[in-house]
């Protein structure tokens, strides 16, 4: 595992998200409160929307584009069955989130 720092977790306000670089991805990293943060694709698969500008809705991003929202966990679009966005593994080490970027990311 190749974990790299992308960001303090209290920059990153519970329920929404940030864009950032980790190694060669371009990710959304999202707060899901409570200590708890997801790393996806930066892009919308439906059409290139911004990610990290959308916001979680229980445990689903939401694209702020069109409403298209993705299981946080699997990636799998929740409104079209044929898109998904990658998810990477995050953790939290003395208050700096870390993305794993070792692989590509998990699709489930």
Do not use: K
């Not at 990293?29 to 200590?35: E, K, L």
């Not at 990658?86 to 590509?104: A, M």
């Amino acid at each position: 595992m190749a974990f790299v720092r992308v960001a303090r977790g209290d920059d990153i306000p519970a329920g929404r998200g940030r864009l950032v670089e980790a190694g060669a991805h371009t990710l959304a990293v999202f707060n899901g409160g409570d200590g708890r943060f997801y790393a996806v694709s930066a892009l919308c698969p439906h059409e290139d929307g911004p990610l990290a500008d959308g916001w979680i809705e229980g445990d689903a991003v939401v694209c702020p584009w069109h409403g298209f929202d993705f299981d946080l966990a699997t990636g799998q679009c929740r409104v079209a069955d044929e898109l998904s966005i990658g998810v990477f593994p995050t953790r939290v080490v003395n208050g700096i989130v870390e993305v794993d970027v070792s692989d590509q990311p998990q699709r489930c």
